[in-house]
């Protein structure tokens, strides 16, 4: 009986021990992860626009959506190049987007320090307007690194319309309808020269190429990507947006 009751006493010992051991290993782990990993790599971080892309950086692009938009306008303000300002709000009040379209908290953005939008700027949701940022960050790279130059500007066909998704007016609502779909129709270089959706998607290898790395750049960032490769509606144009939906085509 003494001999039972001692076994069962150094098993608990034993496995209190083990359980200390096992909790300490893996807060530890937790510790570390935290501390060391960039934060980029983590999807409980809250996003840092001065850092590089990272494993994360969807998701916490996509949080922005759930917080306070405050959060989302103090970070846009905060990234030192971005080109970008508060945005009026915006509603219809006639028509069928009549309490449908618009927005009350935008930005109206124009670019970078050194990536312009031509015609000219756009209104977009606070979270739209931040993946783009990030995104002519990337699409500047590629430039630099199939051309031997930067990107100096992006034709775009425009951000916000009041109109649902299918051209008969039928279906869903776009996320033209509020300010958080983006079309991108072409890019300029600094020499002038352009790449452009329509005409160079089976162009050139050179510039073809550069248009798919830019295709797969956006699908790491924004919630919906499509391109000439989706359906002839996007035969000249990129469709960028921050919906709920995924879709990378």
Excluded at 101 to 115: F, I, K, M, P
Excluded at 224 to 242: G, Q, R
Aim: hydrophobic letters at 35%; a positive charge; glycine letters at 8%.
């Amino acid at each position: 009986m003494f001999g039972r009751v001692k076994r069962q006493k150094s098993d608990w010992i034993w496995g209190g021990f083990v359980t200390a051991l096992f909790t300490l290993i893996i807060g530890g782990s937790i510790w570390a992860v935290d501390h060391y990993v960039p934060p980029q790599h983590l999807f409980w971080k809250p996003l840092d626009t001065s850092r590089p892309l990272g494993f994360a950086t969807r998701q916490q692009l996509f949080a922005l959506n759930l917080k306070s938009s405050q959060v989302c306008m103090d970070l846009a303000r905060d990234t030192d190049d971005f080109k970008s300002i508060p945005a009026d709000p915006k509603r219809p009040t006639t028509g069928a987007g009549k309490d449908v379209c618009g927005w009350d908290v935008a930005r109206v953005v124009y670019g970078t320090d050194q990536t312009f939008f031509a015609p000219g700027e756009s209104n977009m949701q606070c979270p739209l307007s931040v993946a783009v940022y990030l995104w002519q960050r990337e699409v500047d790279q590629l430039a630099r690194k199939h051309f031997d130059q930067p990107l100096a500007k992006i034709h775009h066909y425009g951000s916000y319309s009041c109109r649902r998704q299918r051209g008969n007016g039928s279906g869903k609502w776009s996320e033209h309808s509020y300010a958080n779909a983006w079309d991108v129709a072409a890019f300029e270089l600094e020499d002038g020269s352009s790449i452009q959706i329509q005409r160079d998607w089976n162009g050139p290898r050179k510039k073809a190429n550069f248009l798919r790395e830019a295709r797969d750049a956006a699908c790491g960032l924004f919630q919906v990507t499509l391109s000439p490769d989706y359906n002839a509606a996007h035969k000249d144009h990129f469709h960028l947006d921050m919906g709920p939906s995924r879709s990378c085509r």
